[in-house]
């Protein structure tokens, strides 16, 4: 039921900073939970962060204090990234979660070389 593309992934030395973008074909306001995941060659893909429409928000350990996920307006979603990592280095997922399903962006590549 909603569209997403993200956007902002590129090549960045560690220690460098990002921001991905996520635009949402409807309001996110709408949706109770949008998130980043990410996956990383020969892995899972795995949680960053969420918020909720409410605003709460919710972290994985290996970001904390690092990434910032943050609501921009009625349709973009925001991770901040900071202090990049070379373990940073992963395809970085916008999902909408409108139970019981789950939308998925196609992805932007985050690479963070050492």
């Known amino acids: 039921q909603v569209q997403l593309v993200e956007s902002g992934g590129a090549l960045v030395q560690a220690g460098g900073s990002l921001r991905l973008s996520c635009v949402a074909s409807r309001s996110i306001f709408y949706i109770n939970v949008m998130g980043w995941y990410r996956q990383a060659p020969a892995k899972q893909r795995e949680l960053v962060a969420t918020i909720t429409r409410g605003g709460t928000t919710v972290y994985s350990d290996s970001v904390k204090g690092r990434f910032t996920i943050s609501r921009h307006n009625a349709n973009t979603v925001y991770l901040q990234m900071n202090s990049l990592k070379p373990e940073d280095t992963a395809v970085y997922y916008c999902?909408?979660?409108?139970?019981?399903?789950?939308?998925w962006g196609q992805g932007t590549q985050v690479t963070v070389s050492s």
């Open positions: 999902n909408a979660n409108i139970q019981p399903s789950n939308y």
